[in-house]
């Protein structure tokens, strides 16, 4: 007999008793064996299940829809197994599946036949064709999946309901053939030289855990890039998954496995644009892409993403994004964002985002997200729903206005820094990053310990400033809270002279009258002891549904910019960008962008027009709020720039012109006012040695393509 789980409305309820059964520890009767008595005359059937229930030591489960509790039953059964008890109270209609100390009942499926069935033997290979039926209507049926198991060969029936296989004899020259579908009983036959045997046969010690599903090709990156007849395979063969050492596929489909690389776990994946399997256990690679229906072990190469539809064991690398639906034990490493839809104990780290459940580990990005954190978050933005947030207003003995964001919990967050002198004769900004840790002496009372790294302008941004802080924590109202203690400063000058308008921190001199200045020709340090003090305000973060899409919709971008330089002698950047866009996942959108940069100087000679060339990752934080990261080329144009130098002979400024190309990156975030509209601002570099960086305000507009 064939015991089968069908996935209907009610399986909530069926999972539910299920667990329950398994903590029992007890084996439930076989329906086969003897023991029931019952004698009944116009009885309720929930009276007669029940009494059958008590003799038999087990429960049943079964969605209310399925049996009318008051209908009458009339059985004399003396000594019978609980399956013929059944078998005279419903016949045929239901199926029963022995799980703990629950009898599962759920309707019975029709079965699979296989018809017309020619079998030609050419040298050393077999082809079998025929037609795949309905057992109990006759009708043909379309999208049947036909599979050999031990060889691993597969095809769908066309809509005639018609297959046809080339495959290799079996050692005894028998050739074993099953068939399945969704909703449908899979039937095995066997053919030999002259014969065919027809067998209802289970999967034996090929059969899988169904609990997972294909959670893989319900995401907006499986739909992208996962085929129909893949998917439909899937359906029809849900439970039956081999090991194999190795494979080599070209795309999904196009695999050593065939039709059957996802019903199959290798030791060894090469995948040299990109592919679909069971799993790995042990070391796969792709070119682009990697998606794994089940659990990925050990090591995952990808130049773009990998999709693991179970656990991830191990270090998983990818050029843009790594995407586990279960949970990671190990190491994510992506240039763009990291997720694990259930727990991650180990690192994940990427330049844009990492985000999971539960993280019991370390997130480094630039935004970090977690429902409930155990771990260590060290970004720009922590989301931490058992966290906070804190935004402290401060003066300190350098700047009258410092502004800090921090995000994390007590037990380790990261601070965002901005700081300014309002001051005409002694201006000074920076902004920068830290971390640090609570002591919590009571509900009121507590002493931060942290420590801080920032950038600092005087006309460019290529001084140094780090700091420690212990800062007394006073909590005043529940949101509010007193902040000061003593610093420990260590500023970096990367300056001969002094330069006028700006603080003179290090003491350096003057700039010399007949010297040209010269950025970077020195290298002055302070350190010193010194004083915060300021207010903070308190709260935490609110719980926020995830939002499940399984969008695959283009869209046409189109943006302007304006922004101001990194460095002077460039003060407006302004631009227009046009992109196309294509939802991937839940929240996550590829975009390829292109456009045009122009900055603008106080010099007439100078003249810097540059086109990037970039792809990148959309990722949306709510319904609303998104961030983005891009990578690509800053190519030059109408390039008329001249590059100073110093002539040691003559100590005069000499001039050269220059081509541009260069590699480039840029970082974003933005509102969403709907689905078209969005404004945000954004960092472009476009040369990691150069000064061409800008930032900017972002207006945007997108235009829906297709659903």
């Known amino acids: 007999m064939i015991f089968t789980f069908t996935l209907y409305p009610f399986r909530h309820y069926f999972l539910i008793l299920l667990m329950l059964g398994l903590a029992f520890g007890a084996r439930a009767q076989n329906p086969a064996q003897p023991g029931i008595t019952l004698q009944a005359k116009n009885t309720k059937v929930f009276l007669v299940m029940q009494e059958m229930e008590k003799q038999a030591g087990i429960y049943f489960s079964y969605d209310g829809r399925l049996i009318n509790r008051d209908s009458l039953v009339t059985l004399n059964i003396i000594n019978q197994p609980l399956n013929a008890a059944l078998q005279a109270i419903f016949g045929n209609r239901f199926e029963y599946q022995p799980q703990g100390r629950y009898l599962v009942i759920t309707p019975a499926m029709p079965h699979l036949a296989l018809t017309n069935t020619d079998v030609t033997t050419d040298g050393n290979s077999v082809s079998v064709s025929g037609l795949v039926i309905d057992e109990r209507s006759g009708e043909r049926l379309m999208n049947a999946s036909v599979y050999e198991k031990d060889q691993l060969v597969a095809t769908l029936t066309d809509e005639h309901g018609y297959f046809k296989l080339r495959l290799r004899p079996g050692a005894s020259g028998s050739v074993a053939l099953t068939a399945g579908k969704r909703l449908y009983h899979d039937t095995t036959v066997h053919f030999l030289p002259s014969v065919w045997v027809n067998a209802r046969a289970g999967m034996g010690a090929y059969l899988a855990d169904k609990s997972r599903g294909n959670r893989v090709e319900r995401t ?94 191990g270090l998983q690398l990818a050029g843009a994004h790594n995407f586990v639906l279960d949970t990671l034990k190990g190491v994510q490493i992506a240039l763009f964002a990291n997720r694990a839809e259930g727990s ?22 630039l935004i970090n997200r977690a429902d409930t954190s155990k771990g260590i978050s060290i970004g720009l933005l922590n989301i931490i729903r058992n966290g906070f947030y804190r935004i402290n207003y401060f003066a300190n003995n350098l700047a009258n206005a410092n502004i800090a964001l921090k995000t994390g919990t007590h037990a380790f967050y990261s601070t965002l820094l901005l700081s300014t002198n309002i001051s005409s004769t002694q201006k000074f900004y920076a902004f920068g990053l830290g971390i640090g840790h609570d002591f919590m002496l009571s509900d009121k009372f507590y002493v931060s310990a942290e420590g801080n790294y920032l950038l600092a302008n005087n006309t460019l941004w290529d001084n140094q ?72 305000f308190n709260s935490a973060f609110k719980s926020v549904k995830r939002e499940k899409t399984f969008s695959q919709a283009w869209y046409l971008g189109f943006a302007a910019t304006e922004g101001k330089g990194w460095d002077e002698p460039y003060n407006f950047v302004t631009g227009a960008e046009i992109s196309l866009q294509r939802d991937l996942n839940s929240g996550l959108t590829g975009i390829i962008t292109t456009g045009f940069t122009h ?109």
Request: net charge positive; charged share 15%.
């Open 220 to 313: 907006g990156l499986g739909q992208a890039f996962i085929s129909t007849r893949q998917m439909i395979q899937s359906l029809n063969i849900p439970n039956f998954f081999a090991s194999r050492p190795f494979q080599v596929s070209l795309t999904p489909g196009l695999s050593t496995h065939g039709m059957f690389s996802p019903q199959v776990v290798n030791t060894v994946s090469l995948n040299l644009i990109g592919g679909y399997t069971a799993g790995v256990n042990g070391v796969e690679a792709g070119g682009l892409f990697n998606i794994n229906k089940r659990d990925s072990r050990y090591l995952q190469l990808a130049g773009i993403f990998n999709l693991v539809g179970g656990n991830m064991t």
């Open 344 to 365: 991650v104990s180990g690192l994940q780290l990427s330049a844009l985002n990492n985000d999971t459940r539960y993280l019991r580990g370390v997130q480094i990005g």
């Open 465 to 536: 400033w780090g700091q420690a802080k212990l800062l007394l924590n006073l909590q005043i109202t529940p949101n509010i809270s007193l902040v000061a203690g003593p610093t420990f400063n260590h500023y970096k000058y990367n300056h001969r002279w002094h330069i006028p308008g700006y603080r003179n921190i290090t003491q350096a001199p003057e700039i010399s009258s007949n010297a040209p200045y010269v950025p970077g020709a020195a290298t002055q340090t302070r350190q010193w002891l010194g004083w915060e003090a300021g207010v903070a």
């Open 599 to 707: 900055f603008a100087t106080n010099s007439s000679i100078e003249l810097v027009n540059i086109l990037p060339v970039k792809a990148g990752v959309r990722l949306k934080m709510n319904k609303h709020l998104y961030i983005q990261g891009d990578l690509g080329e800053a190519i030059g144009i109408d390039y008329q720039r001249k590059r100073y130098v110093i002539n040691p002979v003559t100590n005069t400024i000499d001039s050269y012109r220059m081509k541009y190309n260069q590699m480039m990156y840029s970082f974003s975030a933005g509102y969403m006012f709907n689905n078209s509209f969005d404004a945000g601002f954004k960092f472009d570099d476009y040369g990691l040695q150069t000064e061409f960086k800008q930032f900017a305000l972002r207006l945007g507009y997108r235009l829906k393509l297709s659903k």
